[in-house]
């Protein structure tokens, strides 16, 4: 079992639908979560980013963590043609100065008109 | 602000070439980091460094790949000899230290292919 899990898609989904990306992961030792996105041919932007457990709100994006279930998800409102992406999901161990992130494969995300 | 700067943005080149990627890390930061990535494993890292020291090189995947640090503005990841499958996207990120949330900011890559 990989460490962290996410479905690769395509997702296509409507302009203005609410999106909805998961991930699952298998180390209980993972207590930062966060949420990048990254253009075609471009190198991946920090989007949110999540301690422990809990739902954090930033403008149309919302990261919600279970880590009771092992399960983070990122929810995007009003979705709009600069969402299509790929979007990776990435955590880390609160091990000191360890700084190595866990990335999922991410989901490429494209809008329909 | 200038980001992180990687050169080329695209190499190809004949397997058993030795190849050398270059990042310039955004001034101030203290942690650099090395990733590939490819459809297959996704975004892997490699190696990071703080304060120009390697903390952590379990992803190098073995003796052909090197990865150096000379000083705070410069970095080089350097594949000697290469092989078809270490073609892939090559990428570089800094952070700072202090807080445990500061971002890691990446470079555009570098996109690697070896016939």
């Known amino acids: 079992q990989k460490e962290v899990e996410q479905d690769p898609g395509p997702l296509s989904v409507p302009e203005g639908a609410i999106v909805s990306l998961n991930c699952t992961y298998s180390n209980s030792a993972f207590q930062y979560f966060m949420w990048y996105r990254q253009y075609s041919r471009k190198g991946p932007e920090l989007l949110m980013y999540t301690y422990s457990s809990g739902n954090k709100e930033d403008g149309r994006f919302t990261a919600q963590v279970d880590k009771s279930s092992k399960y983070i998800s990122l929810f995007i409102r009003d979705s709009q043609p600069s969402d299509s992406a790929t979007y990776l999901c990435a955590m880390r161990t609160n091990g000191g100065s360890n700084y190595k992130l866990t990335f999922g494969k991410g989901t490429l995300l494209t809008m329909n008109p | 602000d200038a980001g992180v700067i990687q050169s080329p943005r695209h190499e190809v080149t004949e397997m058993g070439q030795e190849v050398t990627l270059r990042c310039k890390p955004i001034?101030?930061?203290?942690?650099l980091f090395w990733y590939r990535q490819t459809m297959m494993r996704g975004l892997e890292l490699l190696i990071y460094?703080?304060?120009?020291?390697?903390?952590?090189d379990s992803g190098m995947p073995e003796d052909r790949f090197s990865a150096k640090m000379p000083n705070a503005s410069f970095s080089t990841l350097k594949i000697q000899p290469s092989e078809p499958r270490d073609s892939a996207v090559y990428f570089c990120?800094?952070?700072?230290?202090?807080?445990?949330?500061?971002?890691?900011?990446f470079g555009d890559g570098t996109r690697l292919s070896i016939l």
């Open positions: 460094f703080n304060n120009n020291v390697p903390i952590d």
């Open positions: 001034s101030g930061h203290d942690y």
């Open positions: 990120a800094s952070s700072t230290t202090g807080f445990s949330n500061q971002p890691q900011h």
